[in-house]
């Protein structure tokens, strides 16, 4: 599967009139040419967020992004290095040069792409949701003027204070949030539909439902640096992200990581199916 991720994600990057030798002559194709000479990709990655990216009982990162990661990493035919980042610094990481890559659970929106490069196609899809105690919230409009906990930097906080009026207390991680969730500080925990799908099958929150319609379903998107979205770096993701869905890669990993199946994977897989057959 990664030769043949390799090969497809190659074959987009010549498609679209980019070689390797450009990437050497062109500064802004820079990063490509310097994850291969270092021999090391570096990724930055969600640590709390299960079970796209979170830390299993000894400490290591894994989750289906990092799964990701390790597939961009087996095709170039490189180490990886997995670096944590929050939702309220992933993008600044990414401008600083920490990271060559971003794959940490980023929603695609219009403002970001003015701060960090977004190859096409998206790789995910998920909405806004609740998790509440059973029972406790049945509509959207009992939150107003309630105690709702939040993660800092998440878009959804403003999106329901602002449609809702509900009063977001926010946290640095997910951990805390519900953690406050539990303690009763909060009347539920505003966040993405998918986790809160994740943390409902765990088994570990058997007093609590989503019971709300999923609203703003938004498509998730990994990063390069913005300079070099149309360079070598970015065709190579975009190649890498088309065989994802192609070869049914993702709709694996949703499966291995026990998150609920999505309408969006099935219908990318087939789409790009059908790409490859004409």
């Known amino acids: ?74 095709a170039l035919g490189v180490e990886l290095e997995l670096v944590p980042v929050q939702s309220s610094n992933r993008m600044q990481f990414l401008e600083q040069g920490k990271i060559d890559l971003m794959i940490a659970t980023m929603s695609d929106k219009a403002n970001r792409r003015k701060i960090v490069g977004v190859p096409q196609p998206n790789y995910y899809t998920s909405g806004t949701n609740l998790l509440a105690k059973a029972g406790a919230v049945k509509a959207w409009a009992e939150l107003k003027g309630k105690p709702v906990c939040g993660k800092q930097g998440a878009f959804y906080n ?13 946290f640095v991680g997910n951990a805390e949030a519900k953690q406050a969730l539990r303690d009763g500080k909060c009347i539920g ?19 609590y439902e989503m019971p709300l319609n999923t609203e703003d379903d938004t498509p998730w998107a ?52 059908a790409y490859e057959a004409q």
């Open 222 to 273: 990994l990063a390069v640096p913005v300079a070099e979205l149309g360079g070598v770096w970015g065709n190579f993701m975009s190649g890498m992200t088309y065989n994802w869905h192609a070869s049914g890669r993702l709709i694996e990993l949703e499966k291995k990581w026990g998150i609920q199946p999505t309408q969006y994977l099935a219908d990318m897989h087939e789409r790009m199916k």
């Open 189 to 207: 925990w505003v966040y993405d539909d998918s986790s809160i799908m994740a943390d409902l099958a765990s088994g570990d929150w058997a007093d």
């Open 158 to 170: 403003k999106v329901v204070a602002k449609r809702y009026g509900a009063k977001i207390v926010a």
């Open 1 to 74: 599967m990664l030769k043949r991720t390799l090969l497809g994600a190659l074959a987009t990057t010549v498609a679209l009139g980019f070689t390797f030798a450009a990437a050497q002559a062109d500064a802004a194709n820079e990063r490509f040419k310097q994850v291969l000479e270092r021999g090391k990709l570096v990724v930055g990655v969600k640590a709390d967020y299960k079970p796209w990216g979170f830390r299993d009982p000894s400490g290591k990162l894994v989750g289906m992004e990092i799964d990701m990661a390790q597939d961009v990493a087996d």
